[in-house]
């Protein structure tokens, strides 16, 4: 609750500092044991105390994340509106805001617990995590048991031991938030060990004084007060928001179940006084090493209901992310993590998710596919509408965003935002490729070369023998040529203002050029009289209406076929004169060149690692950066000094 009702950084500071009164309870259970002296009495007046859990049902609300991933979001609305009435905001823009993100999700997301180990990766948290709770069970309970007899006197020593985990969780929220849930909880298992071995190693009543022993005590006790939030909060970080509460309730079973174990593990010491704590000291180090086989979860957005996946990448820079980043996108929104060509390596996947596992590469697809809208049924189309709307609303299906920067949501991009070393996509928007396939090349055919190469191929239905015109000679413009060249077009003409680029546009296909600066004349009256009456097929890949018109303009009166590629700014309309598509001229648009997503991606993945020749995406690349130098990619974009450049992520790591 405490984690899901908080965002941003307050997620490592919230949830870790409600365990303070846990300690100070201890120090007041030591009192209320020294006053009821019969354990039955003791027993009473705590369970009298816990009745006051009851009061929660009136005065606190319930997850308003859950409720929405859940599908109330009636009930959440409510919820958000009174805390913003607390606060002294708006409550009518919670109302807009949840209205305008959050589809409709009820009877969608039914977790029950066989979702705790759906896939391979949650099977996996599960049993590391039930294994680490175990062990914890067993440290916290029977070294909280142990420690009374470190001291002369039981009930002042497990008074202190309450206390002095008030400094622990004060250190485990400054340790966590700087170097993070692996390292604090790994690190306060060593500590925890370490006082368990000095504890042995210090004989009892030295020097005629128990205070050396008293003190390890007290410093293990501070570890796994250092321990203990740390895990819960990294468990509740590792779980999806609709079986959250199974998942961390499962965990803490298992704690329950090293409770039990522990007065066993007491109970060694009648076989020899040291074994207890040389079990609990090898136990903290195995903890310590376990803890260390699950993902990192500092500064990682909560998972939520729908199918997730997080993964590092490579990333190709796009003119469509310029696009989106110089203001001309009609559904751009700020702030946002840009990126749609990348490819990446799943690091885990969410509830549900059955199409990839942990470990496998993916590229992620801005054109999901998810086999069941009419669209995805048709054979006309490739634009799955499953998640159109809330992916153009910059969030996830379920209507939120994964991604936060100083406690404020980001934009997620196409779907894919790759810019990151990690993103979180829907699992229709990824394709699973095959691993020997090299991902700071495959990543280029998660946009720009297959939009090209398919227009021709797909869309346009390029025919052997025909003459064709690409406008623009940028990277989809060459994955055109390509898709020409593998049709058996015969003239195949590069159209563009800048003629540094005609010669490498030769190794994509292309035989002819023209450089509208050279003539006088319109560019389509050129290209008629020099293809004895126009074009048979024609690719605009510049995304300028006025080229648009010329490159349909240029097309063969009776059959001639533009295609529309590039992307127009908002609000800016094209024309010609209807005469031209009486006659007989057809004008078309392509979207990632016609592949239905997720089954032609891994295809075309296999036909570069087939024929490196024909699908030459070694040729694109101009540019290899690190990602601390992304705007030197955009610039030499800009500048039309590249045709491809990757962003590793890796390097710049």
């Given at each position: ?8 950084t ?19 259970m ?15 007046a705590l ?15 319930e997850?308003?994340r859950w ?27 919670v ?10 999700l009820k009877n ?5 617990l066989s ?17 680490n ?8 309970y029977?070294?909280?048991q ?13 008074a ?10 004060l ?15 790994a690190?306060a298992?060593i500590l ?10 210090v004989?009892?009543g030295i020097y ?24 819960y909060?990294?468990?509740?970080e590792?779980?999806?928001?609709t ?11 298992f704690?329950?179940?090293?409770s039990?174990i ?14 207890p ?11 310590t090493?376990?803890i260390?086989?699950?993902?990192e979860?500092?500064?990682m ?9 997080e ?7 796009c003119?469509?992310?310029a ?21 990446g ?28 809208c009419?669209?995805?049924k048709?054979?006309?189309t ?14 996830m299906?379920?209507?939120t965003s ?16 790759t810019?990151?070393e ?9 394709a ?11 990543c ?8 090209g ?17 690409v ?12 898709g ?9 003409i ?25 003539y ?14 126009g ?10 209406v ?6 349909l303009?240029?097309?063969h ?12 700014g ?11 598509l ?7 648009g ?7 997503s997720r ?5 075309l993945?296999?036909?570069y ?6 699908m030459?995406?070694?040729k ?8 601390d130098q ?5 610039h030499?974009?800009h ?15």
């Amino acid at each position: 609750m405490c984690m899901e009702v908080v965002g941003g950084t307050w997620r490592s500071i919230v949830p870790i500092l409600y365990q303070i009164p846990y300690g100070f309870g201890n120090s007041i259970m030591a009192g209320l044991a020294y006053l009821y002296r019969e354990w039955r009495d003791l027993h009473l007046a705590l369970s009298l105390l816990s009745s006051f859990y009851i009061v929660y049902l009136w005065f606190v609300p319930e997850s308003p994340r859950w409720l929405l991933a859940t599908g109330n979001k009636k009930e959440a609305i409510d919820i958000l509106q009174n805390a913003a009435k607390c606060n002294g905001m708006d409550t009518e823009k919670v109302q807009v805001v949840v209205n305008g993100l959050a589809p409709d999700l009820k009877n969608e997301n039914k977790a029950t617990l066989s979702a705790l180990f759906a896939t391979r990766e949650l099977a996996r948290r599960n049993v590391l995590l039930y294994i680490n709770w175990l062990i914890a069970g067993v440290t916290f309970y029977a070294f909280s048991q142990y420690v009374g007899k470190v001291g002369s006197n039981l009930y002042f020593t497990a008074a202190i031991s309450g206390f002095v985990a008030f400094p622990g969780t004060l250190l485990c929220v400054c340790i966590i938030r700087r170097f993070g849930r692996r390292l604090t909880i790994a690190s306060a298992h060593i500590l925890t060990a370490i006082c368990f071995f000095g504890i042995l190693a210090v004989p009892a009543g030295i020097y005629n004084q128990d205070w050396p022993r008293v003190v390890l005590a007290g410093v293990g006790i501070v570890g796994l007060s250092i321990s203990m939030p740390a895990l819960y909060l990294f468990t509740g970080e590792l779980f999806p928001t609709t079986v959250r509460n199974a998942g961390v309730g499962m965990s803490v079973m298992f704690s329950r179940m090293g409770s039990m174990i522990a007065p066993m593990v007491i109970t060694m010491q009648d076989i020899s006084p040291s074994l207890p704590l040389i079990v609990l000291g090898v136990a903290a180090l195995v903890e310590t090493a376990l803890i260390l086989f699950l993902p990192e979860t500092k500064g990682m957005p909560l998972p939520e209901t729908i199918q997730d996946l997080e993964f590092k990448n490579d990333n190709a820079v796009c003119h469509t992310d310029a696009y989106t980043l110089g203001g001309q996108d009609p559904e751009g929104l700020f702030p946002v993590i840009l990126g749609h060509e990348g490819g990446g390596i799943v690091e885990s996947v969410g509830e549900g998710v059955t199409n990839v596992q942990t470990g496998d590469h993916v590229i992620p697809l801005y054109i999901p596919q998810c086999g069941e809208c009419k669209f995805c049924k048709s054979p006309k189309t490739n634009l799955c509408q499953k998640i159109r709307v809330t992916q153009g609303h910059g969030v996830m299906p379920d209507g939120t965003s994964r991604f936060t920067c100083n406690g404020k949501s980001l934009y997620h991009f196409m779907g894919c935002s790759t810019f990151s070393e990690y993103t979180v996509v829907a699992d229709i928007s990824v394709a699973k490729v095959n691993a020997a396939a090299p991902l700071d090349k495959v990543c280029l055919l998660g946009c720009g070369v297959p939009t090209g190469y398919g227009a021709a191929l797909n869309t346009a239905k390029v025919e052997k023998g025909s003459t064709c015109a690409v406008w623009g000679l940028g990277a989809v413009g060459l994955a055109v040529g390509i898709g020409c060249k593998v049709a058996g077009a015969s003239r195949i003409i590069g159209v563009d203002v800048n003629p540094d680029k005609f010669e490498i546009a030769k190794e994509f296909g292309f035989n002819e050029f023209v450089n509208p600066k050279d003539y006088e004349k319109p560019i389509q009256e050129v290209l008629i009289e020099k293809t004895d009456g126009g074009l048979d097929y024609t690719f605009e890949c510049v995304g300028n209406v006025h080229t648009m018109r010329a490159a349909l303009e240029s097309c063969h009166k009776g059959w001639g076929v533009s295609t529309i590629v590039g992307v127009a700014g908002a609000g800016q309309e094209i024309s010609t004169r209807p005469f031209q598509l009486v006659t007989g001229r057809v004008w078309k648009g392509t979207a990632f060149g016609g592949w239905k997503s997720r089954d032609s991606v891994p295809k075309l993945v296999e036909e570069y690692c087939k024929d490196k020749k024909v699908m030459c995406l070694d040729k694109f690349i101009t540019h290899n950066l690190k990602m601390d130098q992304i705007n030197e990619a955009f610039h030499l974009m800009h500048k039309g000094e590249s045709i491809r450049t990757v962003v590793s992520i890796a390097q710049a790591n």
